[in-house]
T-cell receptor, first 115, second 117 residues
Framework: EAQVTQNPRYLITVTGKKLTVTCSQN?????MSWYRQDPGLGLRQIYY???????DKGDVPEGYKVSRKEKRNFPLILESPSPNQTSLYFC??????????????FGDGTRLSIL | AQTVTQSQPEMSVQEAETVTLSCTYD???????LFWYKQPPSRQMILVIR??????QNATENRFSVNFQKAAKSFSLKISDSQLGDAAMYFC??????????????FGTGTRLTVIP
């Protein structure tokens, strides 16, 4: 089954404790992206990647890091989490090139609470 | 970044009735994609319908249809014969179709739809 898998689904942690949210897709998609969703703000893009070793900032990258060492994986890293990073996070992927008209596939979301 | 505006934070509809959710966007491009996503309480992002800007015909998926007004940069979603399962947050989204660029997806702030039995 084609899917984007995020882990964990829920996490409660404390300020300053490094954490990683993993994202993996099994569709051989080149493009992957991270979003955060906050009430009244919709989904905002944090980082995206056009392919392996190619990453770029989205609209709200401060406080986050990403890496793309393999095509299928695109982890989101919070080196020193702060309470303002409490949010719902989504990973997504899609094809590029001549198939770029296809919609994105989304993971099921990760609810992060930073105390 | 492109701007997508959903001016209705909340809407309600009686079961079996029709409701229209509004969306406007700002772009200087001539070709792009527009999407409506549904987010039920499970938090999943579910694609409801999409429209390619070069197509004049409005997209339709069963009870869901859009009114795409390119000149007005408007992309409203009509839900006919509303069902209890339609209750969700609905997001409008825009993406460029330029194959040379990143073509990131830009979202509106969402409309929460309540269906009244």
């Amino acid at each position: 089954e084609a899917q984007v898998t995020q882990n964990p689904r829920y996490l409660i942690t404390v300020t300053g404790k490094k954490l990683t949210v993993t994202c993996s897709q099994n569709m051989n998609h080149e493009y992957m992206s991270w979003y955060r969703q906050d009430p009244g703000l919709g989904l905002r893009q944090i980082y995206y990647s056009m392919n392996v070793e190619v990453t770029d900032k989205g609209d709200v990258p401060e406080g986050y890091k990403v890496s793309r060492k393999e095509k299928r994986n695109f982890p989101l890293i919070l080196e020193s989490p702060s309470p303002n990073q409490t949010s719902l996070y989504f990973c997504a992927s899609r094809q590029t090139g001549k198939y770029s008209n296809q919609p994105q596939h989304f993971g099921d979301g990760t609810r992060l609470s930073i105390l | 970044a492109q701007t997508v505006t959903q001016s209705q934070p909340e809407m309600s509809v009686q079961e079996a009735e029709t409701v229209t959710l509004s969306c406007t966007y700002d772009t200087s491009e001539s070709d792009y994609y527009l999407f409506w996503y549904k987010q039920p309480p499970s938090r999943q992002m579910i694609l409801v319908i999409r429209q390619e800007a070069y197509k004049q015909q409005n997209a339709t998926e069963n009870r869901f249809s859009v009114n795409f007004q390119k000149a007005a940069k408007s992309f409203s979603l009509k839900i006919s014969d509303s069902q209890l399962g339609d209750a969700a947050m609905y997001f409008c989204a825009y993406r460029s179709s330029d194959q040379t660029g990143a073509n990131n997806l830009f979202f509106g702030t969402g409309t929460r739809l309540t269906v009244i039995p």
